[in-house]
């Protein structure tokens, strides 16, 4: 668990950053063998852009810098579960494990009904990728409460 933890600290701090440019505090690290290959930080509200979500953003840094082969044996960590969108993305990729802070409902890749994450219905995805939920989740949740202070605020 303390590896975890370790990586979820670098999400959060990515999820601060994207806090501090206006967006929902979510931030995304790709790792393979304990090396972070990829990194992305939320900037769907600031770039107006709605593809810009964290998890996208740690795959196309990933792909970016010649990785992409290697996602099939990688761990996402993010501070939100990945949404819909983001969970057809990392199963087109074969994420071999997801591990996230806190649930996301209606829209969450795999706590909704919308299961995209462990869904067999699709034949060429095979199976889903290992998924853990409340990895440093009250963190996380502190994150996120800055982030409904700061909307239920304006």
Not at 122 to 140: D, L, N, T
């Amino acid at each position: 668990m303390e590896r975890d933890e370790f990586y979820m600290k670098r999400c959060i701090e990515l999820g601060e950053q994207a806090l501090e440019s206006g967006n929902p505090p979510v931030g995304a690290l790709i790792v393979h063998k304990d090396i972070v290959i990829g990194e992305g930080i939320e900037a769907g509200k600031s770039s107006g852009d709605i593809t810009l979500h964290a998890e996208i953003l740690a795959v196309k840094d990933a792909v970016n810098k010649g990785h992409a082969s290697l996602l099939s044996e990688s761990v996402m960590y993010t501070t939100h579960e990945p949404c819909i969108m983001c969970s057809y993305v990392l199963r087109h990729h074969k994420m071999k494990e997801v591990a996230y802070g806190l649930s996301v409902d209606h829209i969450g890749g795999h706590t909704s009904k919308f299961d995209v994450l462990n869904t067999q219905e699709v034949p060429k995805w095979g199976s889903g990728p290992v998924v853990r939920k409340g990895v440093s989740e009250q963190a996380c949740q502190d994150l996120h409460n800055k982030f409904l202070t700061l909307i239920n605020n304006s």
